[in-house]
């Protein structure tokens, strides 16, 4: 079956099947023209995939469990270790929370350098803290694409105002000027598309997911 048909059954995007076969997660065979030809085991393994990624176990796991090198019990298990830190750390979090709270501050009485210090001596002893770097890479990816896509509109659309001006100080046929202005308007669509396709991979690309392991 063709990789559209496999996006219907499994419900995993075409970028996203294609990223896993990188990973060599999925080995798909080809037919005689050269195209993907995807088996009903292929689907298996893509539902297999889905299910393993939703229960969060790293891509590097699954690879190794898919080499024999690692079992399913144990992914589970680690898994399941990797839980429970996760909530301990959680309590911990929100119990330094609630001493904030407790202590009925404001912005004029917090006292942020205690508060740090305090954090710091958490963090030795094991509780992780958020990590903005982390936390706000796809921000910064959002605003890199934004103000990439935005110069560009910016000079399509000088272009299409100088042809304009142009035109008005020097009349030239009007299916030409058409044409000169279709150009860039063109172009202005096909980058405003990219630009959202882009954004749309940076909140939820599987590949960005992978970087954390």
Not at 52 to 60: F, T
Not at 81 to 100: G, T
Request: glycine share 8%; charged share 30%; proline share 2%.
């Amino acid at each position: 079956m063709k990789i559209k048909q496999v996006e219907e059954l499994v419900g995993i995007t075409k970028k996203n099947i294609r990223f896993y076969e990188d990973q060599g997660l999925l080995e798909v065979k080809r037919a005689e023209n050269g195209y993907r030809e995807y088996s009903l085991n292929d689907v298996k393994r893509l539902q297999e995939i889905r299910l393993l990624r939703k229960l969060a176990i790293p891509i590097e796991d699954m690879r190794h469990m898919y080499a024999g090198q690692k079992s399913l019990r144990s992914c589970l298990e680690y898994q399941v270790e990797e839980m429970e830190r996760q909530k301990k750390n959680l309590v911990q979090v929100q119990a330094f929370c609630e001493e904030l709270l407790n202590a009925d501050l404001s912005l004029e009485t917090l006292d942020a350098t205690q508060c740090l210090e305090q954090m710091e001596r958490l963090e030795k002893e094991g509780t992780n803290f958020m990590d903005v770097r982390k936390t706000d890479v796809h921000k910064k990816k959002i605003i890199g694409a934004a103000l990439g896509g935005g110069i560009m509109l910016q000079l399509l659309a000088a272009m299409i105002g100088i042809t304009i001006w142009g035109s008005m100080e020097d009349p030239v046929p009007i299916g030409f000027m058409l044409f000169m202005i279709g150009i860039p308007a063109a172009v202005i669509i096909g980058v405003i598309a990219a630009l959202i396709g882009r954004v749309k991979e940076i909140k939820g690309g599987e590949e960005d997911e992978a970087s954390k392991y």
